[in-house]
């Protein structure tokens, strides 16, 4: 059982390089690693040279942005087994593949596996309040609460008949700041694939709120409350689920003003109205006649 992992990659170099690092020590050595860098210059080309003597990579230079759009292309070059996408900032823990590589040689009717995504230094979620202590059958709830990119892992057969919308996610040139890896999710799962969550398996990854300045985490908030809301209008969601995920942001604003954290209570303002404008926006796109 093989393992290709598809990198996309913009302007991270020694973040990639941990990466590289955490792959390199793996004790499962079955492993291709294609790299979609979006860099306009050359910078990577080093760095993957010393790589290539640990295991095989295969670099394609790519100049439109767009992190889904990345994904859909290294799908074309996939010769393996089980696909992942690490983010050029996450690691895997050693071990972690050798755990993946059995939960799917034990379970052949699954076609797919999440992971939780934990803080670099911490066993905390990285992203808050994704990622949950309950393992289970992936269902649409489920899904909207645990799913990252970096912890997804599936069969070879899933990419051949769903792609990434690009649309969605970083650098699409759309306001959609996020929304691409549970929408590719819930694609599969309306596709008939069966996807489990296991919180026991853990990829690890920077948390945005305790490493980005605060001017960039606002943006971050806004945009992908963007992302967000329009994936709570174009997806067919539980009533109950889309009034609290919609509401979510305001009451987090007001929970940290009480506490006088005016910081979060910003962030979560931020994500609020993104949310409110994706949500509306995403509503007027499902109403539009075919």
């Given at each position: 059982m093989k393992f290709?992992?598809?990198?996309?990659?913009?302007?991270?170099?020694?973040?990639?390089?941990?990466?590289?690092?955490?792959?390199?020590?793996?004790?499962?050595?079955?492993?291709?690693v294609i790299v979609v860098d979006q860099n306009p210059d050359d910078r990577l080309?080093?760095?993957?040279?010393?790589?290539?003597?640990?295991?095989?990579?295969?670099?394609?230079?790519?100049?439109?942005?767009?992190?889904?759009r990345a994904r859909n292309i290294g799908f074309e070059q996939v010769q393996g087994d089980i696909i992942a996408f690490p983010d050029d900032d996450c690691l895997y823990p050693v071990?972690?593949?050798?755990?993946?590589?059995?939960?799917?040689?034990?379970?052949?009717?699954?076609?797919?596996?999440?992971?939780?995504v934990y803080d670099l230094h911490e066993d905390k979620n990285a992203f808050e309040p994704c990622g949950d202590d309950q393992s289970q059958e992936l269902d649409y709830s489920k899904?909207?609460?645990?799913?990252?990119?970096?912890?997804?892992?599936?069969?070879?057969?899933?990419a051949a008949q769903i792609r990434f919308d690009e649309m969605l996610g970083p650098g699409a040139g759309t306001p959609w700041g996020c929304g691409d890896e549970t929408d590719f999710v819930?694609?599969?799962l309306?596709?008939?694939?069966?996807?489990?969550?296991?919180?026991?398996?853990?990829?690890?990854?920077?948390?945005?709120?305790?490493n980005n300045q605060f001017r960039k985490q606002i943006r971050r908030e806004y945009s992908y409350g963007l992302g967000r809301g329009y994936f709570l209008a174009t997806h067919h969601l539980p009533k109950s689920l889309l009034r609290f995920e919609y509401q979510m942001?305001?009451?987090?604003?007001?929970?940290?003003?009480?506490?006088g954290n005016w910081r979060r209570a910003t962030y979560a303002f931020m994500k609020g109205m993104g949310t409110s404008l994706g949500y509306r926006a995403g509503l007027k796109v499902i109403k539009q006649p075919e």
């Open positions: 290709s992992l598809i990198v996309p990659t913009l302007n991270r170099v020694q973040e990639l390089e941990r990466l590289f690092q955490s792959i390199a020590v793996q004790d499962y050595k079955d492993i291709e080309v080093a760095l993957l040279a010393t790589y290539r003597q640990q295991f095989p990579v295969l670099h394609l230079k790519e100049s439109k942005s767009g992190q889904s071990g972690l593949l050798t755990k993946i590589a059995r939960f799917f040689e034990n379970n052949p009717s699954k076609d797919g596996l999440v992971t939780r899904a909207y609460k645990v799913c990252v990119s970096c912890a997804l892992f599936f069969r070879a057969p899933v819930f694609r599969c309306d596709a008939g694939f069966s996807f489990y969550y296991d919180a026991s398996l853990i990829v690890r990854h920077p948390n945005p709120l305790k942001p305001y009451r987090d604003t007001l929970a940290e003003i009480f506490t």
